[in-house]
Every structure is written in C-alpha cells, then in structure tokens.
Nanobody
Framework: VHLVESGGGLVQAGDSLRLSCAAS????????MQWHRQTPDKRRELVAS???????DYANSVKGRFTISRDAAVDTSYLQMDNLKSEDTTIYYC?????????????WGQGIQVTVSS
C-alpha cells in the first residue's frame, strides 16, 4: 500500500486545514486508517483513527477540534483540523493498517508539515 499525504501548510492559530491521504496498491487489505504526528521528542503519537466500519477514535488533545473521515470509493482518508493551535505544529503522517495472508502490517506515508503561527 502506498500513501500520499497532501493539504499541509502554514496557517494562523484558530484557522482550519484539511489533510488528505490517498492510498493505492492493495487497498482491499486496509482495515483502518490513522493519522499520527511527531512529538517534540521525535516519537509518533496517534491523533485519530477510523475503522472500515466507521468507528473513530481521537487523542484527548484533539477531541472536538479534529475530525477523521474516509471515502472508500476513492481510497482516501481525511483529517479535518479546526481551531488549530500552535502546539499542533509538527509533521503529520497517514497510516494504513492492513491485514493480508494472516499478517497485520502498518504502512506509513512520507509525512506532511503543518505549521500554526500564534
């Protein structure tokens, strides 16, 4: 599975951005889509996830501000980010969890920068 993120950029605090993640390849094996972001100490934290059944989950820090969605028809996942804060500034990664041949594999996009100026 190949993932390509788009939609990042520089915005002001309080603004909105929508990230997109286009998947290609063995998309039939995708069981859920996620968005992660890099922490100041270079770890990656889960921001939001959505299962094939549409069940969503969010990190406490983004609940009520971010919304994850998925359009299976075009194999694309979205992260709508509203009321952005300076602490949301970092690199965001799209992740596809797949299950195929009895194995679960996570596929990562290359990452996209989001910068929020205060």
């Amino acid at each position: 599975v190949h993932l390509v993120e788009s939609g990042g950029g520089l915005v002001q605090a309080g603004d909105s951005l929508r990230l997109s993640c286009a998947a290609s390849g063995a998309t039939f094996s995708i069981t859920s889509m996620q968005w992660h972001r890099q922490t100041p100490d270079k770890r990656r934290e889960l921001v939001a996830s959505i299962t094939n059944g549409g069940v969503t989950d969010y990190a406490n820090s983004v609940k009520g501000r971010f919304t994850i969605s998925r359009d299976a028809a075009v194999d694309t996942s979205y992260l709508q980010m509203d009321n952005l804060k300076s602490e949301d500034t970092t690199i965001y990664y799209c992740v596809a969890q797949t299950f195929r041949g009895g194995y679960s594999v996570d596929w990562w996009g290359q990452g996209i920068q989001v910068t929020v100026s205060s």
